[in-house]
């Protein structure tokens, strides 16, 4: 494995905690572990209206379900358009997450925390896939 692969795969894993560790707060929120003062408030943020997608299903879990796909791409397809058309989705999520974060004027660090997991991880992937286009040109 290179070195891109495990900085790859342990931003993966961090995001995959971190996404689990939100949907744990989702069900039982007493399990929060944040300040909630100022302008740091995780529970402001992971209650609010933002944080369900149609009021109903918590944002975390998509999260979650982003994490885990994409560490099925990591392990079996890396370097297809397809998991860059999934890492596009989580960007998109990402934007979702700091529109929502601004709109509410509180930052959730565990939110934060998978945004930058998902544009690290994004980032690492389009440079990984540049290189291996310029190898075989």
Known sequence: MQIYEKVL???LLIALVDA????????????LSCPA????DCSA??????????????LSLFGLLWA???LVFFR????????MVWYLLGLGGVAY??????????????CSILDISIIASAMLLYVV???HRRASA
């Open 9 to 11: 795969l342990a931003i």
């Open 20 to 31: 689990s560790y939100m949907v744990l707060v989702y069900f039982q929120p007493a399990a």
């Open 37 to 40: 003062s100022g302008l740091i």
């Open 45 to 58: 943020v992971l209650q609010s209206v933002y944080a369900k997608v149609f009021g109903v299903i918590p």
């Open 68 to 70: 885990i796909v994409a």
């Open 76 to 83: 079996y397809a890396r370097n297809t358009e397809m998991a």
């Open 97 to 110: 997450s700091v529109a929502s974060m601004y709109a509410l004027g509180k930052i959730c660090e565990y």
């Open 129 to 131: 896939q540049m290189g």
